[in-house]
């Protein structure tokens, strides 16, 4: 058995190390580049989400590469994303591909990790399970060490969009090129804690004052936790929030007022980054540069 | 023999080169056709320096879609996108609160700002159907020039309705116009209010203006989108007199004040002999573009690689 994964930015490494440690062949997903892309966009539906184009670019270059188990996490929410990997699975299956989907699911994560390294101890187990969360732990410290700038901006918005650098055009890079500080709101260890519904215990006060605004009603997706984080960065004096997110994605699109209005309570400068395959770099990168240019002009005026 | 400072904006349609002393005061200025950035840049800077022989360049700050390889090959102090520049330059003619409507050629904006901090902006992604480029393609599809553009749209009485959005069903929708009859003013007045709408559909959306409002870049030459623009807002709309340098002006004045370092190769720049090269790199799958920048046979910039590696 061969498994690989869709990339995940800076993660991909702790994945890696967690399939060795289940004594598991693991095929490395490479960095999804321009060329890769360019075969997720050619079969997935137009109109669908860019990280589901991305997913299944990765697929295929793992399956290319000898993979014959593919692993994706569900998240068993209510967008798009739930979908992924029914889409993916029938995509890949019409376009030849031999192999078998695993897909964990929240409640069965255990028993998931149990069955796929079918003899190992119960508490070997649990301790691979524990380095783990550790090692992602310690990924995301290192990578908050690399915040050297002047200016704080709070990223929000659908998940692997913040997290992984091809479905974001290289955001948190680039932004610490231009010397700001950046926070991902919605990172892999509190995507755990979400799915393992252990996130209620944080935020409290933020969690609050979305439930207040939203009356109640609940987003889809990650919209809401992008409305409680950018609540959380607001409170804590950030400089800038920006909320980037794949074209067309609906849960986002409805956070989006909420978040501005914070925004303009707040007064915090907030922009939208909606990235697609089509968008073009330069613009992006204009964008980003001008808005870290404006957050430190309007601090300087201070 | 007084110390001047250049602010060059290299933008998709044009080049824009300006003149300004440390007491902020515009000297002398070039506005020229985007024909190749190193030719029209060596033409323009050459026409700068013949007509000002008295005055010494000290610094330069460049912006524009081609900062990156401008600020190479000008030695830069300063290197910025056109969005700060062209804030700085509003606020330097408007200090207080104002709206800055900026349409370039392929490029436009909208700036808000609040007692000389801009506060807000938003850039046109994907769609170039609020820019000067459209206007440029209907004009060429009609047979006239673009400067004649605002003459002709002026004349008409009942504008004609032209669909928005895009500039491609825009023009299309202009030939089919042409077709059934309609004169070419009121096709031209169409197109003006189609541009408008669009641009604040796109640009203004949930944004609060307010003003006075003020309206920079090329387009801003075209009477006819000045005319269009005061009507849809019901308001007035000022033009300044600089209004399609305001980013070069913007840029000179950062440069002015962010300390020049002494950077300024633009006169041995007009001599010497500049040769591109792209390759795409085959390192990884991203297939960047590189562009090698070659001073007299000897390689002194490279641009365009997504990693970084390759960047000199």
Same mark, same amino acid.
């Given at each position: ?148 700038? +002047? ?31 950046? +926070? ?80 303009? +309570? ?9 990235? +697609? ?26 | ?46 026409? #700068? ?54 349409? &370039? ?37 009609? &047979? ?7 003459? /002709? ?34 096709? #031209? ?28 870049? &090329? ?13 849809? #807002?019901?308001?007035?709309? *000022? =033009? ?38 792209? *390759? ?10 590189? =562009?090698?920048? /070659? ?18």
């Amino acid at each position: 058995m061969k498994v690989s994964f869709p990339r995940i930015g800076i993660y991909t490494e702790v994945g890696v190390r967690f399939f060795k440690k289940l004594g598991v062949d693991v095929i490395e997903p490479k960095p999804v580049g321009k060329k890769i892309i360019e075969k997720g966009v050619l079969y997935a539906p137009e109109m669908m989400c860019f990280p589901y184009k991305i997913v299944l670019s990765s697929f295929i270059d793992s399956l290319e590469r000898g993979a014959d188990t593919l692993i994706i996490y569900n998240s068993q929410g209510y967008c798009r994303y739930r979908c992924y990997y029914v889409m993916a699975e029938m995509a890949l299956k019409q376009l030849g591909y031999k192999f078998q989907m695993i897909v964990p699911k929240a409640k069965n994560l255990f028993s998931w990790i149990f069955k796929i390294s079918s003899n190992l101890p119960k508490t070997k187990l649990f301790r691979i399970i524990k380095e783990t969360w550790e090692d992602i732990k310690e990924v995301e410290k290192r990578d908050r060490e690399e915040n050297k700038g +002047d200016i704080n901006i709070g990223i929000v918005g659908e998940f692997y969009t913040c997290i992984e650098p091809s479905a974001n055009f290289n955001l948190v890079s680039k932004l610490r090129e231009y010397g700001a500080n950046v +926070d991902i709101g919605l990172n892999v260890s509190e995507f755990i804690k979400h799915g393992l519904k252990l996130d209620r215990i944080g935020k409290r006060v933020e969690r609050r004052i979305a439930k207040r605004l939203l009356k109640g009603e609940i987003i889809a997706g990650h919209g809401f936790d992008s409305i409680v984080n950018s609540i959380y960065f607001a409170r804590r004096n950030y400089d800038g929030i920006i909320l980037a997110m794949p074209l067309t994605c609906m849960p986002e699109c409805v956070a989006e007022p909420f978040i501005k209005k914070i925004c303009d +309570d707040y007064n915090i400068p907030f922009m939208v980054l909606r990235f +697609d395959e089509n968008v073009s770099e330069v613009n992006i990168d204009n964008r980003i540069n001008a808005f870290c240019e404006l957050i430190r002009r309007k601090k300087w005026k201070k | 023999m007084e110390e001047v400072v250049l602010g060059v904006d290299i933008g998709n349609g044009t080049i824009k080169c300006v003149l300004m002393n440390e007491r902020k005061e515009i000297i002398d200025y070039v506005y020229t056709k985007n024909m190749g950035i190193i030719e029209t840049l060596k033409k323009s800077l050459s026409i #700068l320096l013949e007509r000002n022989k008295n005055f010494k360049i000290i610094g330069c700050g460049v912006i524009g879609a081609g900062r990156k390889f401008g600020s190479i090959i000008l030695g830069a102090d300063i290197v910025t996108t056109e969005i700060t520049a062209t804030a700085v330059g509003v606020i330097n003619y408007f200090p207080g609160d104002v709206t800055c409507f900026e349409m &370039g050629f392929e490029d436009s904006k909208i700036l808000l700002i609040k007692n000389g901090i801009l506060v807000d902006f938003a850039m046109n992604t994907v769609c170039s159907a609020n820019c000067g480029a459209y206007i440029e393609n209907v004009a060429s599809r009609l &047979g006239i020039k673009v400067e004649e553009f605002s003459d /002709y749209a002026l004349k008409s009485k009942s504008p004609a309705n032209i669909s928005g959005k895009c500039a491609v069903f825009g023009t299309s929708s202009c030939v089919s116009k042409i077709n059934l009859g309609f004169k070419k003013e009121d096709i #031209l007045m169409g197109v003006a209010m189609a541009l408008v709408r669009n641009y604040f559909s796109m640009l203004a959306k949930g944004k609060n203006i307010f003003p006075p409002y003020v309206f920079c870049g &090329g387009v801003s030459r075209n009477k006819a989108i000045v005319k269009a623009m005061e009507e849809y #807002l019901e308001e007035k709309v *000022i =033009v300044p007199e600089y209004s399609f340098l305001m980013g070069a002006i913007g840029v000179a004045i950062l440069t002015i004040e962010k300390g020049i370092k002494g950077k300024f190769k633009g006169y041995e720049f007009i001599d010497e002999d500049f040769k591109t090269e792209t *390759i795409i790199c085959d390192k990884c799958t991203n297939n960047c573009e590189l =562009v090698s920048i /070659y001073k007299n046979g000897n390689l002194i910039g490279r641009i365009g690689s997504n990693c970084g590696k390759y960047n000199i």
